[in-house]
């Protein structure tokens, strides 16, 4: 009889369930039981009876620590509690990376460019702006170089408390792969090497995972790369001709996206009056 698993976390578990299940041996081994993302289910309530029920019948559990910011239903302490005695429980990593995107206010949803509110606090105009953001020498590689390392060491702080980590996947290869689409939307290659960590963790091979599972599962929002970044941090996967996505899923050069983010926050200061 096969045993029952569940994967809980944010926006990452879809795409993590998609490549534990391309695997035979683990596809043979468990049924995959699913419950929505953290943020899609209700903060007040937490998750559904019939969802419980599947979790107190649990033999894997792999979760992403998950706070009370969700609700005190939804918090990963609360959920351990239901979980029976024979549940084996694995944690694995909230990937989070902000060396391609510093120019992002953390917490701020839409993502909005603080360098772009800044220079409209001047008063400087589209054009101005727009000429400032696209110098190659905006962000110098020193500051540049200390962002990236403050975001890996903020990784390796969380993973002490983790069972699968990412171990330094992400400094040995974000500059010749496009890890993250946003700060915390990673590309398939890392959702893919937790996975193969989680088989293995498990006792099955990780080689046995499908290459490719889920490739546009992050991609109608892929936020824009400054051309500073791109030569700064040597990001060879990255060309000036790149194209971007978030406004109506519309891609968009660098230039073009950068004029309709500005025209955005024209029309949203409540966004960013308080930054």
Not at 126 to 140: T, V
Not at 148 to 165: F, G, I, M
Not at 179 to 208: C, D, Q, W
Not at 233 to 238: K, P, R, V
Request: charged letters at 25%; one cysteine or more; glycine letters at 2%.
């Amino acid at each position: 009889m096969k045993k029952k698993c569940l994967v809980y976390g944010n926006c990452q578990i879809d795409p993590i369930r998609q490549y534990l299940m391309s695997s035979k041996s683990f596809r043979e081994a468990y049924t995959m039981i699913e419950v929505p993302p953290v943020h899609l289910c209700d903060p007040k309530t937490g998750l559904n009876e019939s969802q419980l029920k599947e979790i107190k019948d649990c033999d894997l559990f792999l979760y992403q620590k998950v706070s009370n910011t969700f609700g005190p239903y939804l918090s990963t302490d609360y959920i351990l509690k239901q979980l029976p005695d024979k549940c084996t429980t694995i944690t694995f990593p909230v990937s989070y990376f902000t060396g391609y995107h510093p120019q992002f206010a953390k917490g701020i949803k839409p993502y909005v460019d603080k360098n772009v509110v800044e220079l409209l606090k001047e008063g400087k105009s589209d054009s101005e702006i727009l000429s400032i953001i696209s110098d190659e020498n905006f962000y110098s590689a020193k500051e540049l170089k200390t962002n990236v390392q403050a975001s890996l060491n903020e990784l390796k702080r969380r993973s002490s408390e983790l069972d699968v980590t990412l171990d330094n996947f992400i400094e040995r290869h974000y500059q010749d792969v496009h890890l993250f689409f946003t700060l915390n939307h990673p590309n398939y290659h890392v959702i893919r090497y937790v996975a193969m960590k989680i088989l293995s963790k498990i006792g099955l091979p990780a080689k046995e995972i499908g290459y490719i599972v889920h490739h546009t599962d992050f991609r109608r929002h892929i936020l824009p790369i400054y051309p500073s970044v791109m030569k700064q941090l040597n990001l060879t996967f990255a060309k000036p001709e790149d194209k971007f996505t978030a406004y109506n899923n519309m891609p968009m050069n660098f230039s073009n996206y950068m004029k309709k983010h500005i025209e955005f926050l024209k029309k949203n200061k409540h966004l960013y009056e308080h930054l």
